[in-house]
């Protein structure tokens, strides 16, 4: 069985096998590019009526029809024929359909292959600003945040065991400073896509006089690509824009993963909304935070989508070959689905009930102190390592007795060593622990403050 025949079919005597229309079809993934194939075809129409290739008529009658095409698909009035293999057939038949013979004129000296890469680089260009403009509220949410808190204190980790004390602010802005790295990704991604390939036709260029300055101004790129078989060939955009997506996906995951651990009973740091989080069918008393998990869970599909464009990509011979058309469909993707991480993360950021005593509490205990009381020691001349082992010993100590460092008496410190002085007591005090750390980028207060006047900028 077979149906009509395809725009390219003047060598064919028999139609694709029905089987095979839909395997072959990219339309209901690409049908999302009609914006920028509508402006591509609009660019090249105009280019080549001003360089006198096709007519001022004909361009006129391109223009209008794929205007009504536009204003049709705007409307919902538009249903493409499913037979299309992907948008840019769909929307070259339409107009053909529409206007006539200048329809057919429209696809002088361009390819599918240029404007399929056309498309999808305009694509990008504008998901990567957009994610950009998305990764800047987040991060003024977050530093929002840190701003309102500034005096919070809760334990910083290593191993997942507690560490030292740090502000919350702190905290908040190494979150910051992640998502800041992934705000110049995806400015390097809009980079890389942003050079017109229009013109490069199916791969050798055209012999037509046509002006690929012209529709790459037109269309608001930078640059044209100067190889016309690297302009067809070339994804490398597609994957630094997953890439990016996918190091931001990373980073979301494990703010999210402390969003989850934090709200849980026993660490009792933060309550998210109840907005921003979703109750057990069963557990009445439940209140789960699903969309952390979900975002952390997304993650997983991201990844999945770079590698598969790497994989794709890897082996291919210059220059278009049909494996390409596989490289919308995980970029498209990554792009839904950052986007509305970001919103979640945002959403729960913004609404959760900081429980600062909570914190406070916890920073207390799990010795925090200790290095602090080896460093005074050290101040006085004993030797690091020796300082050290005398602290460990207090605090083995302290364990032992079920108290913490700080409700020692100056006379159990000295004990283990009696160069302790009561003025020792006062670096076992929690906030003398954090304003200590006054070193660039610390977390005393005034260190915490300084990275926020930097970050003044972004305001
Ligand atoms: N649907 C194709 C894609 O997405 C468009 C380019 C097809 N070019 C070709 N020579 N078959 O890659």
């Known amino acids: 069985m077979t149906t009509d025949k395809a725009l390219w079919a003047g060598r064919f005597e028999e139609s694709v096998a029905d089987e095979m229309q839909a395997f072959g079809a990219s339309l209901p993934v690409d049908v999302r590019l009609w914006p920028e194939d509508i402006a591509g075809s609009w660019a090249h129409a105009d280019m080549l009526a001003a360089q006198g290739i096709i007519s ?61 890469v056309t498309d999808f680089r305009l694509y990008c260009v504008q998901a990567s600003e957009e994610l950009q403009e998305e990764l800047h509220e987040l991060r003024m949410t977050i530093i929002e945040v840190a701003e309102g808190n500034l005096e919070v204190i809760l334990p910083g980790y290593t191993h997942l065991q507690k560490a030292q004390p740090v502000l919350l602010a702190q905290h908040l802005l190494a979150w910051q400073a992640m998502l ?20 490069a ?31 067809v060939s070339d994804r490398d955009f597609a994957c630094d824009f997953i890439y990016a997506a996918a190091m931001t996906m990373m980073h979301l995951s494990r703010m999210c993963e402390e ?48 590698m598969g464009i790497l994989t794709t990509l890897k082996s291919l011979p210059l220059t278009y070959n049909k494996d390409l058309q596989e490289d919308k469909e995980g970029l498209f993707d990554a792009h839904d689905t950052l986007t509305l991480c970001i919103t979640a993360v945002r959403g729960m950021i913004a609404s959760m009930t900081i429980n ?10 799990g010795y925090m102190a200790a290095t602090d009381l080896a460093d005074w020691l050290a101040a006085r001349g004993m030797a690091f390592r020796d300082a050290h082992e005398v602290v460990g010993q207090a605090v083995l100590y302290a364990e032992k007795q079920g108290k913490r460092l700080d409700e020692l008496s100056l006379e159990e410190l000295q004990q283990h060593s009696n160069e302790f002085t009561s003025d020792a007591l006062k670096v076992l005090d929690i906030k003398h622990v954090v304003e200590a750390r006054t070193s660039p980028g610390g977390t005393s207060l005034k260190s915490v403050k300084q990275q926020l006047d930097d970050l003044r900028s972004l305001r």
């Open 356 to 365: 600062s005593k909570r914190m406070l509490e916890a920073a207390q205990g």
């Open 56 to 116: 001022e008529a004909d361009n006129k009658a391109i223009q209008e029809g794929l205007e009504s095409i536009a204003h049709d698909i705007v409307q919902d009035k538009l249903e493409f024929d499913i037979a299309s293999e992907d948008i840019h057939m769909a929307i070259e038949g339409e107009l053909t359909h529409r206007i006539g013979e200048p329809g057919k004129k429209l696809h002088t000296g361009r390819s599918r292959n240029d404007q399929v």
């Open 180 to 199: 800041e790295r992934d705000s110049l990704r995806f400015k390097q991604a809009c980079f890389a896509a942003d050079a017109s390939p229009l013109g």
């Open 259 to 306: 969003l989850i651990l934090w709200s849980t009973e026993e660490f009792g740091f933060i309550t998210l909304s109840d907005a921003f989080s979703t109750g057990s069918s069963i557990m009445p008393q439940k209140k789960n935070a699903d969309f952390a998990e979900l975002t952390r869970g997304k993650t997983g599909r991201v990844y999945g989508s770079l």
């Open 201 to 231: 036709a199916a791969l050798a260029g055209t012999p037509h006089n046509i002006s690929r300055e012209a529709t790459a101004r037109a269309l608001g790129f930078s640059r044209i690509i100067p190889n016309s078989m690297d302009a």
